[in-house]
């Protein structure tokens, strides 16, 4: 079975630091690109970053220049280290993979996701 799981969620204050992991099992991350997307309450799933193999990243403007990603594929994992953390980040995180950026980004309710890491931001 093919899966991917977060980890590394909880509550931090304003201005703190959380780095999210996302490990994969059952294929080679190795040959994947990797996504984060973020779902507050009573919001849409949005896509905030990209890493594809080889090193080319994306991010969305809300993120860019405090988030940035990572990956072990040793490990199988994918990280996503978050700095500067202000209330409005506080989502359910999710990753997801495929073959590149263009299809990560593409990703919707139809598709599979895993339980998501619950991040909170607040004094």
């Known amino acids: 079975q093919v899966h991917v799981v977060e980890s590394g969620g909880g509550l931090v204050q304003p201005g703190g630091s959380l780095t999210l992991s996302c490990v994969a099992s059952?294929?080679?991350?190795?040959?994947?690109?990797i996504g984060w997307f973020r779902q507050a309450p009573g919001k849409e799933r949005e896509g905030i970053s990209c890493?594809?193999?080889?090193?080319?990243?994306y991010y969305s403007d809300v993120v860019k220049g405090r988030f940035t990603m990572s990956r072990d594929n040793a490990k199988n994992t994918g990280y996503l280290q978050m700095n500067s953390l202000k209330p409005e980040d506080a989502a359910v995180y999710f990753c997801?993979?495929?073959?590149?950026?263009?299809?990560?980004?593409?990703?919707?309710?139809?598709?599979?996701w895993g339980p998501g890491t619950q991040v909170t931001v607040s004094a």
């Open positions: 059952g294929f080679n991350l190795r040959r994947s690109a």
């Open positions: 890493l594809e193999d080889g090193s080319k990243s």
């Open positions: 997801a993979d495929d073959s590149n950026c263009a299809k990560v980004s593409a990703k919707d309710s139809r598709d599979s």
